[in-house]
């Protein structure tokens, strides 16, 4: 039995079916998880191994190498890159994108095992390596926490009420607080009063890291139980280190007993100088960062995070606010709010279309079909737990044209038999019966047109891999209610009140089908200029694309944008603080600026999942500015932008808006690697020189930075002998100096403060007396002047940072263009860059945006095989022949003029976006081939006269093919406001209009070359 005439004589049941897909698609609706961009899983992990007092160099040689060594030998790594610092050491592992992400967590516990081994072989004084693998962890909800007139502890003690309540919130995986404050005590003493008194500061320093420590007494066994001894004394409050005794008194003006209060300064304060520092429109702040549940609904626990936040308000002190610096919630309402309206749009005009081109009944029945294909296609996205997201909702807008195609076919030829008189159901069986399997193969010629996104093994693949699901979904979807739902409701409403059986008027009689048979006459008789023609236009096409940009993928439209601040490599985070609170007061000022927020000494945490978080350190800021309206981001930034040229000279800033996909930090890098340091400098130089000719370049620069001025002091081995004085004794002793050194520990509570013993202040800002100081062993009570130990000293110039690229020296000159794609920007000087003379044992790489898109779109194209081969095999098999596959192998490449031609109209760039939507375009130009080619062999096998087969069969498919490119073009449209999509959207909307002048005029030509049809002369 035909499944068209089952579901006619099953109506009730199928019309059952209808109502319970039409509600559960509903439900759907409302259940999936909402996003605003797919989650992709960051591959990274970062491992952070302190080495204090080393240089960039000693990092590099007896920390950096050794993690290198570890790591490498883990399979499945991309490349291993490390920075070498002053005193850290840190180490980002890359791990092949093709790995699947369930996978990524086991690759985790095998690096820590790695750097397990290799710990003992670090050398002394190196701490344990921290092994950070939650890097892409995403805190969609990031709120500062102010109160200026409260101190950072109290702070600290809301922000931790607020975590622990927000953890109770459904859906909330982490809580995190950032900004704290290290409390410490410190004790600024005075060495001239310690010598005036007879004490040494290794006196001090060891009374009071004895009087810190936890004791062990023991204990004593009484009868059956045992008593432990607990030795008091220990310090439970700041008052109890100024009462530190310290010996006897030997001076007239002291009494028996001297005192650490009596000779230095005890106060409590907070690290000096701070180690990062937060502040939200000018108020000293800490930021609380909330991440979701993976697969969770990020709508749903941004509000719960706001009727927590709001309870908690009462319980708050007047003056502490909690401010929303990104509220991921809200960003994912509203994307998905647009998307379904451009949806809503999409549907509608389809719907318009089939009302006006295909009669009301008949277009109420396609129409109802597309909105059920929806609902079924929601249905499906929840039970294979998939999320509502830009790139998923953007892919049914994609996909609407191809639903609506098989309903439109079934239609057609159901409305054509009803017309010429045959009965409805006999109308019903032998639509499906005839056009079931052509449209199935051309169906999954369209679902395998998608496929090389979902065999992408990398995170760009990764990130838009719900496009291929979705639409796979919508399509297949679409099938099985055309051959069943659509002939029934066609059985239904179609053709009432005509007497069955009565020929009627010819359907192929208006003045379209009138106008398309000359024109394809006229086709027919100049076969070899048509194609010649099209020839010529593709060779033109293919010199067109050279001009098209390639950019990877376009920014976003979020209404944020990002400065990354950074002075000169060895500023103090003094300096950079005071520079960004006059900036911040200047950017709030804007009318179009609604919030700042500086984070100072590290970027911020990764509130978006396409930014990378930047590591400590002191010479960097990162402010994030939130505007009232994406339409002023052009007008802020450039305001910025100006700002800071005209203010600030001496430093490199650089405003951005947020990036869309994968993140890639400057669109054009060009990395050097090899074994000497100044080689590489002076290479990354002449780079640097070439971007900056360019009119277009902006924000050049190199990873490695400024070399940076350190004070070297030789120590004398023989002189240190001499005076009973080690290298430690005199590190110590500049460090106590300068920095201070932790003494102790004070507990209070479960919180435990550093006791930092220093000079006064006076004392640790004078450079110039570094030689008069004060140097002795743990032991001893008098000292020697540093001058008698060292055998010279000066400022000499190192490197800052040392960055390593799979063990080797690597340094990357990076450039942003400033109107211009970087792609072109690169082209521009490739040539110069590429003949730079690299000495024997150095390489050039490009990375940036050419790197990413290079990658991206080779695995992209590595499924492309596979594909075409799919689609070839559902080709063959449905005409079981080659010709036919050969006249669609000579049309697909044609659609390209249309693209080429779309994309330099607009100025569009052909990325990644665009790439995906030329495969598209080929699946459903060959969907549209396929139907045609078919038709034209059923009028052929069916005995009609073969020219007049070819035009009859032509003619009867130019309303389903001008309705499908109608509805998927006009479909489209919405999708052009939207930066994301809108190239895709450019290029399937130029890309199909022409490709339909090739199904319609030159399929048929080549099928009359490939089977020798000629028109006769009375034709």
């Known amino acids: 039995m035909n499944i068209a005439e089952l579901a006619i ?98 690759h985790w516990d095998r690096l820590r095992h790695r750097i397990a081994d290799v710990r003992p072989k670090l050398p002394p004084g190196a701490g344990d390596p921290e092994i950070i693998d939650d890097f892409g962890d995403v805190y969609g909800v990031l709120i500062a926490l102010t109160g200026q007139d409260y101190t950072y502890r109290e702070l600290l003690d809301y922000a931790e009420i607020i975590q622990k309540e927000l953890l109770l919130a459904d859906e909330v995986a982490r809580v995190e607080i950032w900004g704290e404050q290290q409390e410490t005590v410190f004790v600024d003493i005075s060495r001239s009063r310690l010598a005036e008194l007879g004490l040494s500061m290794n ?95 990020v709508v749903h626990m941004g509000q719960e995070v706001q009727d927590t936040l709001q309870e908690l308000q009462n319980r708050l002190p007047v003056g502490v606010q909690a401010h929303f610096v990104a509220f991921q919630a809200d960003k994912v309402t509203e994307a998905i709010n647009t998307f379904m309206l451009n949806l809503l749009q999409a549907v509608t005009i389809v719907i318009l279309l089939l009302l006006i081109f295909m009669g009301i009944r008949s277009g109420l029945i396609i129409g109802s079909g597309l909105l059920l294909t929806i609902l079924v296609t929601f249905t499906l996205m929840l039970a294979l737990d998939m999320d509502m997201d830009r790139v998923s909702l953007g892919a049914l807008i994609i996909s609407l044209g191809m639903i609506v195609d098989n309903a439109i076919v079934v239609t057609e030829n159901m409305l054509v038999k009803i017309q010429t008189g045959t009965n409805r159901l006999q109308a019903a069986v032998e639509s499906v019966r005839e056009t079931g399997w052509p449209l199935l193969g051309a169906t999954l010629v369209a679902v395998f047109a998608f496929m090389p996104i979902v065999l992408a093994g990398d995170d760009t693949g990764e990130y838009t891999r719900g496009l291929f699901l979705v639409i796979a979904i919508s399509l297949l979807s679409s099938w099985i209610l055309a051959m069943t739902l659509t002939p029934l409701w066609c059985h239904m409403f179609l053709g009432r009140g005509k007497k069955e059986g009565l020929v009627l008027e010819d359907p192929y009689a208006g003045r379209m089908y009138r106008f398309y048979r000359r024109l394809l006459h006229g086709c027919m008789r100049r076969k070899k200029s048509l194609l010649a023609g099209m020839a010529l236009l593709f060779v033109l ?63 911020a945490p990764r509130f978006y999942l396409a930014m990378e978080p930047k590591m400590a350190n002191p010479a960097f800021g990162q402010v994030v500015i939130n505007l009232y309206r994406a339409s002023d981001l052009d007008e802020v930034k450039g305001f910025v932008r100006d700002y800071l040229e005209k203010h600030y000279p001496y430093a490199q800033p650089r405003v951005r808006k947020f990036p869309m996909g994968p993140p890639v930090e400057f669109s054009v890098e060009v990395r050097f690697s090899g074994p000497e340091a100044h080689i590489l400098r002076d290479l990354a ?57 932790q003494v102790g520990l004070y507990r209070e509570g479960d919180r435990m403060l550093p006791v930092i013993l220093r000079p006064p202040e006076e004392s640790r800002k004078r450079l110039e007396d570094i030689f008069a100081l004060d140097v002795r062993a743990m032991q001893e009570t008098r000292g020697t002047p540093l001058g008698q130990v060292v055998s010279g000293a000066g400022l000499v110039w190192e490197d800052g940072v040392i960055i390593r690229r799979d063990r080797q020296k690597t340094i990357t000159a990076q450039c942003e263009a400033d109107t211009g794609g970087g792609q072109a920007l690169m082209e521009r000087i490739r040539s110069d860059i590429e003949a730079i003379e690299l000495p024997p044992g150095y390489r050039m790489q490009w990375g940036g945006e050419y790197e990413k898109s290079r990658d991206s779109q080779r695995e992209v194209m590595s499924g492309v095989p596979f594909s075409f081969l799919l689609m070839s095999l559902a080709v063959v098999g449905l005409f079981s022949t080659l010709r036919q596959p050969l006249i669609i192998a000579m049309v697909l490449p044609l659609a390209m003029i249309g693209v080429t031609l779309g994309l330099l109209a607009t100025s569009q760039p052909f990325g990644f976006m665009a790439l995906l939507g030329t495969l598209s375009l080929s699946g459903m130009l060959i969907k549209n081939v396929v139907v045609l080619l078919d038709r034209i062999d059923t009028n052929l096998d069916s005995g009609q006269e073969p020219y007049q087969g070819l035009i009859d069969a032509s003619v009867s498919r130019l309303r389903p093919v001008m309705m499908a490119t109608l509805s998927t073009v006009m479909g489209m449209t919405p999708l052009l406001l939207d930066i994301f999509w809108l190239s895709m959207a450019i290029a399937i909307i130029c890309g199909l209009t022409f490709a339909t002048v090739l199904t319609l005029l030159v399929a048929p030509v080549l099928y009359a070359l490939f089977f020798r049809i000629e028109m006769r002369v009375e034709q």
């Open 203 to 297: 006196q001090v320093l060891a009374l009071m890291e004895s009087s810190s420590m936890a004791a062990d007494a023991g204990g004593a066994d009484l009868g059956r139980e045992r008593v432990r001894f607990v030795l008091g004394g220990e310090f439970e409050s700041v008052q109890d280190i100024s009462d530190l005794v310290l010996g006897y008194a030997s001076h007239p003006e002291m009494e028996s007993m001297i005192h650490l209060g009596d000779i230095a300064e005890v106060r409590r304060g907070y690290q000096d100088p701070p180690a990062s520092l937060i502040r939200h429109d000018g108020q000293k702040a800490l930021a609380i960062g909330v991440s979701t549940v993976s697969g969770g609904n």
């Open 9 to 106: 004589q099953k109506k009730s049941f199928f019309l059952f079916l209808t109502l319970v897909l039409t509600i559960s698609g509903v439900i759907a609706y409302f259940s999936m998880g909402k996003l605003e961009d797919p989650e992709f899983t960051i591959k990274t992990a970062v491992i952070i191994t302190p080495y204090p007092g080393a240089s960039p160099t000693e990092v590099e040689n007896e920390v950096s190498d050794r993690i290198e060594k570890a790591v490498m030998r883990m399979d499945q790594l991309d490349y291993v890159q490390t920075e070498s610092r002053p005193g850290v050491s840190i180490t980002h592992v890359h791990m092949k994108e093709d790995i699947p992400a369930k996978e990524v967590p086991q």
């Open 685 to 741: 130089r002449q780079a640097e020189e070439i971007m900056n000719r360019d009119h277009d370049s902006r924000e050049v620069r190199s990873d490695w930075r400024q070399m940076v001025k350190t004070q070297r002091l030789e120590y004398s081995q023989s002189r240190g002998i001499r005076y009973g004085v080690t290298r430690e004794d005199t590190a110590r002793a500049v460090k106590l100096n300068f920095d201070g050194l």
């Open 541 to 603: 096409a293919l010199i067109g694309f050279h001009f098209v940009d390639k950019t990877f993928f376009p920014p976003s439209t979020r209404p944020q944008l990002k400065l990354d601040y950074w002075l000169p490599e060895g500023s103090r985070i003094e300096s950079t603080s005071q520079d960004l609170k006059e900036l911040e007061k200047d950017i709030q000022e804007h009318p179009g600026v609604q919030s700042v927020t500086s984070f100072i000494g590290e970027g």
